[in-house]
C-alpha cells in the first residue's frame, strides 16, 4: 500500500510536530571521521548526528536528547549542528562524501525515498521491528521502494496561517474559513495600512512552496498533486495554470518587503504587528517567546471548492542513516532511543512545545493551540508532506525559480510553467 493512501486517522494516531531546529555548528563532514571510529565492536561506538535544528529552543531540546541517549551507554552521540538553510543545500553532499556523518535529521516520506534509491540510506528495518506500538501508516511513510524502513520518525506539525489574537482583536478581525472571507480579511487589513500577509523569501525562497501546494490540494485536490510532484502530470497543465490565477488574486496583499528577507525575519514581522498573519509551519515559534507563542494562534488554509475533500500539510520529521556508517549498531541504538515516549517527551519539554510526539503514547504540550492544530488534521480528508519531501530535494529548487518569479512577474504564468515543466523533466529523467 503507497504511504499516500493511508488515512488520515491511521497517519494520525502516530501524529508528532517537527519542530527541530538545528545544534551546535561544527562544520561538518570532516567531524564524521573522527566521530565513526568503533570502539572495538562493542555496540558503543561513537557516531555523529548531523542537525539542521538550528534554533535555539530546538537545540536546546535535540542537545537535551543526545545527552539522554549517551547517559545510555549504547553509543556515544556528537551533534553537530549546521545551519538549516547550509545544511538544505549541503545535504546531499553530505550523504555521497567519502566519510559521511553518521546520522541526519530530516523528511520522511518521498524525499527519504529518493535517497534510498540512490543506495544512501541505512536499512533500519530491524529497529522497526521493535516499534510495534506505531501504527502501519509511520511505517509505510519511512519505507523506501524496495520495501526496507529507511527513516525512524520522531515529530510533525501542521502548517496554516498563524497570527496574534491580540492584534486581530486590536484591528476587529476574525478567522476567515472561506476564500471569499480571507479575501475580505486581506481587504481590510490593507485598509488600516497593514500588509496582510508576511511572506519570507530571502535565503528561504522554499517558504513560497506553501502556497503552491495548498492552493494545488484546495483546488485539484491532493491526488492530483501527489502525481504532479511525482512527474506523473504536467505543471504546464491547465489545471496549474487555474492555481496560478488564483494565488494572483492575493498577491497585492502581501508583504512587499517580504521577498527581501528570511522566512525567520518575516516571523519577527508578525509578531510585532508589521503584517497581519503568515501561512507558515509550527517551526516558526521555536523564535518567539513564552509571552507570544501564549498570543498565537492560527487558521485553515481556506477553502476554496467545497467539492474538493480537505487536505493538510502534516510534514514527518525525524532521521535517516548514511549506508556508509562505521557504526551501524550505536546508529540503530539512538533511532530506538529517539522513537521513545522518553525521548519524544523530553525534546517537547525542552522545546518551544508546538510539537507532536509521532509515538502513540508520548504526550504533546498541554496548549490550546496544539490541541487545535492536532483537531485540524485528524478532520482532514487527506494528508500531504511538503514540496520537496512529496517529491525530492532535486526537484525543490524548480519549485524555487518557478514560484519567486511569479511573484516577480505574474503576467508571465505560462512561460513560467513552460519552463517548470521542463526543468522538472530533467530532474525526473536524472
Not at 503507497?2 to 486517522?9: A, K, N
Not at 543545500?89 to 559521511?100: E, F, I, M, R
Not at 511572506?199 to 501527489?226: E, K, M
Not at 508520548?362 to 480528508?381: H, T, Y
Request: glycine share 8%.
Amino acid at each position: 500500500m503507497s504511504d499516500y493512501d493511508l488515512s488520515r486517522r491511521r497517519f494520525l494516531g502516530h501524529i508528532g510536530l517537527a519542530s527541530l531546529g538545528a545544534l551546535g555548528a561544527t562544520s561538518l563532514v570532516g567531524c564524521a571521521s573522527s566521530a565513526s571510529t568503533s570502539n572495538g565492536g562493542n555496540g558503543a561506538g561513537a557516531i555523529t548526528l548531523q542537525s539542521n535544528l538550528s534554533s535555539p529552543q530546538a537545540k536546546t531540546a535535540m542537545e537535551k536528547v543526545v545527552e539522554s541517549f549517551n547517559k545510555l551507554n549504547k553509543g556515544k552521540a556528537t551533534l553537530n549542528t549546521i545551519a538549516a538553510e547550509t545544511y538544505r543545500t549541503q545535504l546531499p553532499t553530505y550523504l555521497t562524501s567519502a566519510n559521511p556523518p553518521d546520522l541526519y535529521t530530516w523528511y520522511a516520506g518521498s524525499v527519504a525515498n529518493d535517497y534510498a534509491r540512490k543506495g544512501l540510506l541505512l536499512d533500519v528495518s530491524d529497529v522497526w521491528n521493535g516499534l510495534t506500538e506505531y501504527p502501519g501508516s509511520l511505517r509505510s511513510l519511512s519505507t523506501d521502494a524496495t520495501g526496507k524502513q529507511v527513516f525512524v520518525p520522531m515529530t510533525n506539525y501542521w502548517w496554516g496561517f498563524f497570527y496574534r489574537k491580540s492584534h486581530f482583536a486590536k484591528w476587529g478581525v476574525q478567522e476567515p474559513k472561506t476564500w471569499a472571507e480571507f479575501l475580505t480579511l486581506c481587504q481590510t487589513l490593507k485598509g488600516k495600512g497593514i500588509p496582510p500577509i508576511g511572506i519570507g523569501l530571502g535565503d528561504t525562497p522554499w517558504v513560497a512552496s506553501a502556497w503552491f501546494d495548498y492552493l494545488n490540494i484546495r483546488i485539484n485536490g491532493a491526488p492530483f498533486h501527489r502525481e504532479l510532484l511525482a512527474g506523473k502530470q504536467r505543471f504546464d497543465d491547465p489545471k496549474v495554470k487555474a492555481v496560478f490565477t488564483r494565488w494572483r488574486e492575493v498577491l497585492p496583499y502581501f508583504d512587499p518587503k517580504g521577498k527581501a528577507y528570511p522566512f525567520q525575519e518575516a516571523t519577527t514581522a508578525l509578531l510585532a504587528g508589521k503584517t497581519g498573519m503568515f501561512l507558515i509551519g509550527t517551526f516558526f515559534a521555536d523564535a518567539a517567546s513564552t509571552e507570544a507563542i501564549d498570543d498565537i494562534d492560527f487558521f485553515r488554509f481556506p477553502i476554496i471548492d467545497s467539492a474538493v475533500p480537505v487536505a493538510e500539510e502534516a510534514p514527518t520529521d525525524g532521521f535517516f542513516a548514511s549506508a556508509k556508517t562505521a557504526n551501524p549498531t550505536s546508529v540503530k541504538a539512538f533511532l530506538t532511543y529517539a522513537a521513545s515516549v522518553e525521548a519524544q517527551e523530553a525534546y517537547i519539554a525542552n522545546s518551544a512545545g508546538i510539537v507532536l510526539p509521532t509515538h502513540p503514547k508520548a504526550k504533546a504540550a498541554d496548549r490550546p493551540l496544539v490541541a487545535k492544530g492536532k483537531a485540524m488534521l485528524e478532520s482532514a480528508q487527506e494528508l500531504t508532506q511538503f514540496f520537496n519531501r512529496d517529491s525530492s530535494d532535486s526537484l525543490q529548487p524548480t519549485a524555487d525559480t518557478a514560484l519567486t518569479k511569479f511573484i516577480d512577474k505574474p503576467d508571465q504564468i505560462d512561460a513560467i510553467l513552460s519552463e517548470w515543466q521542463a526543468s522538472a523533466e530533467k530532474v525526473f529523467k536524472g
